[in-house]
């Protein structure tokens, strides 16, 4: 089992960067894939971006894609999501979530965090 705590998220302006961090309990945090998604006020909760449990796969969904990156420390249990060139339409909720052995896909998720708030000020 692992516990997930985002953090890093908070106010920006339209066009600026922001780095969201997702950290991970446990000592088998490389087997794990992770993804993170967002849900924005009244839409239903949509996949973001995802990095396989060897690193060596990532997936983004096209709205965020050439934006946004995902990367993991396996040294520290920690999987990140830098934003660039960030929008209004980025504002949302953001939640890690991992699955064991996973595909970098948007379904099978196992584990979430309880979420970090990103705000883009127009």
């Known amino acids: 089992q692992v516990q997930l705590v985002e953090s890093g998220g908070g106010l920006v302006q339209v066009g600026g960067s922001l780095r969201v961090s997702c950290a991970a309990s446990g000592r088998t945090f490389s087997s794990y894939t992770m993804g993170w998604f967002r849900q924005a006020p009244g839409k239903e909760r949509e996949f973001v971006a995802a990095?396989?449990?060897?690193?060596?796969?990532?997936r983004y969904a096209d709205s965020v894609k050439g934006r946004f990156t995902i990367s993991r420390d396996n040294a520290k249990n920690t999987a990140y999501l830098q934003m660039n060139s960030l929008k209004p339409e980025d504002t949302a909720v953001y939640y890690c979530?991992?699955?064991?052995?996973?595909?970098?896909?948007?379904?099978?998720?196992?584990?979430w965090g309880q979420g970090t708030q990103v705000t883009v000020s127009s």
């Open positions: 979530a991992a699955k064991l052995f996973g595909g970098t896909n948007g379904i099978g998720y196992n584990y």
């Open positions: 990095i396989s449990w060897g690193a060596g796969t990532t």
